[in-house]
């Protein structure tokens, strides 16, 4: 009996056809990686940032899924990434920036097993490099989204400066620095049942916040008319159809006689349905105390006269 031995050629063809087998089956091989980390990381006291990746491989993978291992490399340092409580094929690594630093380069790199064809070959994916960067200033929310014109609304945050105006549609509101972390602002005088965009502006530039419902409600002025002496007094009660919300509710009363008429900022308790002032004649004249945002008008007008004895 004779033996034929592979001549050196078929050997050669054999040592192609199982490569060119391995590279097909990576080739069909689908492995998709997706950043979830955001571009900008809020701060926090702890600096310890959270960087999320999801990994996905298509119907007609081939990727053996338990030899799926996500690494992420960071400022030039190869870390394993753990899986997420967030969900199948999510991964999540804390990384602790080091101190006088608020930006980071990072890649995602993945290493898995090709199966299929009773052969078996490692592969690997990995991201384009991506940064990151620490905001010492951002906005977390409005404590509330609606309310009537004059209502208080707070503001959280971070990195919040005395300078710091709140807008509506780009028209500036009172704004109130409470601390770094939070913001008070009151509802301005604005047409009511309508959305306004709420901005935050500084010298470091506009930042958006959100959007706030102006509502319309309506107040009651008692009396109706004011006439006055010089340096007489004389009571005006505002009295509102719901009460006042958290914080109370600034009525923002103007007068176009500003000499003839001297009366303090009113401001309607949280809780309550009206609150009373004293108005004081001034320089004798006639005029008007114009309350806006209020009424079918849009205002409430009631006419005011100072007049010598």
Do not use: W
Not at 6 to 18: D, F, M, Q, W
Not at 127 to 155: C, I, K, Q
């Amino acid at each position: 009996m004779h033996l034929h031995r592979p001549s050196p050629a078929s050997r050669i063809l054999s040592v192609l056809g199982t490569t060119l087998a391995l590279a097909l089956l990576a080739g069909c091989t689908s492995v998709t990686l997706t950043n979830l980390t955001p571009t900008s990381l809020p701060e926090n006291p702890s600096q310890i940032y959270t960087f999320t990746l999801r990994v996905r491989t298509n119907s007609a993978s081939t990727v053996d899924a338990a030899t799926i291992a996500p690494h992420i490399v960071i400022d030039g340092q190869n870390f394993p990434m753990k899986p997420s409580p967030l969900g199948q094929g999510i991964y999540e690594f804390e990384y602790q920036l080091p101190p006088g630093r608020d930006a980071m380069a990072y890649y995602y790199l993945v290493d898995y097993t090709i199966v299929g064809n009773g052969m078996t070959q490692p592969g690997q994916s990995y991201t384009a490099v991506n940064r990151a960067t620490v905001m010492h200033r951002y906005v977390l929310s409005l404590e509330g989204n609606r309310g009537p014109v004059g209502a208080r609304v707070g503001v959280l945050g971070r990195g919040f400066t005395p300078q710091d105006v709140v807008s509506f549609d780009g028209t500036p509101t009172r704004t109130v620095y409470e601390s770094e972390t939070s913001l008070g602002f009151f509802v301005p005088s604005l047409p009511p049942g309508r959305n306004y965009q709420v901005s935050l502006a500084s010298s470091a530039g506009t930042s958006p916040i959100g959007t706030f419902r102006i509502d319309p409600t309506s107040v009651v002025v008692t009396p109706s008319e004011l006439r006055l002496a010089p340096g007489q007094q004389q009571n005006v009660t505002f009295v509102l159809t719901n009460p006042a919300p958290a914080g109370g509710i600034l009525l923002d009363v103007a007068t176009d006689v500003p000499e003839s008429v001297i009366m303090p900022e009113v401001v309607v308790p949280q809780g309550q349905t009206s609150v009373t002032v004293a108005v004081q004649g001034g320089k004798p004249g006639t005029g008007n105390l114009v309350l806006k945002g209020y009424g079918s008008g849009g205002q409430v007008t009631v006419p005011v006269t100072v007049a010598a004895p």
